[in-house]
């Protein structure tokens, strides 16, 4: 419980899972600490009460437990003020968010949450929340819609825009956020596009930290600890870091003093953290989970794949990462490496090959193109593209079932079960272009190298695939 009062609101979050929790709440935390100021959080649940049914019966204060490869360390949290589950009551989200002290609406609703269509650059009108949204706006189920509806009537009410900020791993992140408001506004809120033009800011950003989900295992060893049950617990590595593009309209906690990096873009930091840390830690989740192995550091403890984890960065992934300033790649790709090794945190392979449909363009298939571009065969990420249709195939190598969780996957899991064989099923999996645009299905000689792949995988295993790979 705190102490004294919660602070005034400045901010609203959607999606108050582990992640926020763990970094933004955190980082604003202290930056209110170190400069004050009324940054307190309402934060929404989109959909799920759990967040709020934790939090609220303790004032919003709970404690996020830093687990460093020699101890950990704890620190209590105040900076939610409030939680909100939007699915039990839309307009009072809405009314939060019209309120002119919010100052800063910012996400972690996952990929999935924005309805972002990659391949048209454009809102996405066949995702469930979005198509009933525009079907009755009333309904508010989207993230997108709420913003939108609230931005309109701030509009309507003379009242400033709020910044958008997206903290969800996404290229362009807030280009992406801009784009599907604007696009929903466009079919609801005709007025509302030129004024979001003229008046809206939708910062970029890059987020990073370790959040492995919370079991009960976690919960009931802190209890231990410090005698009492927290039920909002976060378990987090020590490490963050958070760049931030400098586009703010109505002012932004002092979030720089806790260590956050303002910058004029963030494209080359994100480039740099999709590819080098999502990007293997997907290679590590799929390939992982099939050689049997339940978490990120067992994985990359097991014969070879250290091996091909530096292969993928030194091979395949820099050479196509532009240089971020400030930045020295090589120190980056060696402190990853410490960090997947941290023996304290449980970061589950399950847990990260989740959505991997949403995830796989920006982490490994923007990297696979601009190697094609080049003439050259990324056999690596061949390999682990060839991973992700075995496992979104849904049975492991032991033929037990995969629990697979993706918004594609009965689609995915169809594609591959009407085809057969290696050649059939990769070609089944490429023409999702969704995932694969038009252009990577069109590729002979990817095709061909993740037929190869996929044909290694079902002979030999994930674990003689990985060390027994060629590495050149
Ligand atoms: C992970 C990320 O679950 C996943 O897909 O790759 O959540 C990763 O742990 C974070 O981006 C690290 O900042």
Redesign the pocket.
């Given at each position: 419980m705190r102490d004294g009062p919660a602070p005034g609101t400045g901010i609203v979050h959607f999606g108050p899972g582990a992640?926020f929790r763990a970094f933004n709440a955190a980082f604003t935390h202290e930056a209110m600490e170190m400069a004050g100021g009324d940054w307190g959080i309402e934060a929404v649940s989109l959909k799920s009460p759990t967040a709020r049914d934790q939090l609220l019966p303790q004032g919003g204060v709970y404690t996020a437990v830093e687990l460093g490869p020699e101890g950990e360390t704890h620190k209590i949290i105040t900076s939610i003020a409030n939680v909100l589950v939007a699915s039990e009551d839309p307009s009072a989200v809405v009314k939060v968010l019209t309120n002119p002290k919010v100052k800063i609406v910012s996400l972690t609703i996952t990929e999935k949450g924005y309805g972002y269509d990659p391949t048209t650059k454009g809102l996405d009108l066949t995702h469930p929340d979005i198509a009933a949204d525009l079907a009755d706006p009333s309904g508010r189920r989207s993230a997108v819609c709420l913003i939108a509806a609230a931005l309109e009537a701030r509009r309507l009410s003379g009242t400033p825009p709020f910044t958008v900020m997206s903290c969800d791993?996404l290229p362009s992140n807030g280009h992406v956020t801009k784009t599907v408001v604007r696009d929903f506004a466009k079919h609801v809120f005709p007025d509302l596009v030129d004024w979001i033009a003229q008046h809206g800011a939708f910062p970029s950003t890059m987020?990073?930290?370790?959040?492995p989900a919370t079991t009960n295992e976690d919960l009931a060893e802190l209890e231990k600890a410090i005698g009492y049950h927290d039920p909002a617990a976060v378990f987090h590595e020590p490490f963050r870091q958070w760049v931030i593009e400098d586009s703010f309209v109505s002012g932004r906690p002092a979030w720089d003093r806790a260590g956050a990096q303002f910058v004029q873009s963030v494209d080359a930091h994100e480039t740099m953290k999709l590819r080098c840390?999502?990007g293997t830690?997907?290679a590590l989740a799929y390939l992982g989970y099939l050689a049997g192995h339940q978490t990120i550091a067992g994985t990359i403890a097991a014969p070879g794949f250290t091996a091909f984890c530096e292969y993928l960065w030194q091979s395949e992934i820099l050479p196509t990462v532009p240089q971020p300033e400030g930045e020295d790649l090589q120190a980056y790709t060696d402190a990853l490496l410490a960090r997947y090794r941290n023996p304290n945190i449980q970061?589950r392979t399950w847990?990260?090959a989740?959505d991997g449909s949403q995830?796989l363009p920006q982490r490994l298939l923007g990297t696979v193109r601009d190697h094609l571009k080049d003439g050259h065969l990324p056999t690596g990420l061949c390999l682990v593209v060839a991973a992700w249709m075995r496992y979104v195939g849904g049975v492991d190598e032991t033929g037990a079932p995969i629990d697979v969780r993706d918004p594609m996957a009965d689609r995915l899991k169809q594609a591959s079960d009407a085809a057969s064989g290696a050649v059939g099923k990769v070609e089944a999996l490429l023409s999702v272009t969704e995932v694969f645009g038009r252009d990577l299905a069109a590729s002979e000689a990817f095709r061909d190298a993740v037929t190869a792949a996929y044909q290694r995988l079902e002979d030999q295993g994930a674990a003689t695939a990985v060390s027994d790979f060629p590495l050149k």
């Open positions: 992640f791993n987020v990073d930290r370790i959040t840390l999502n830690h997907s970061h847990q990260i989740m995830k």
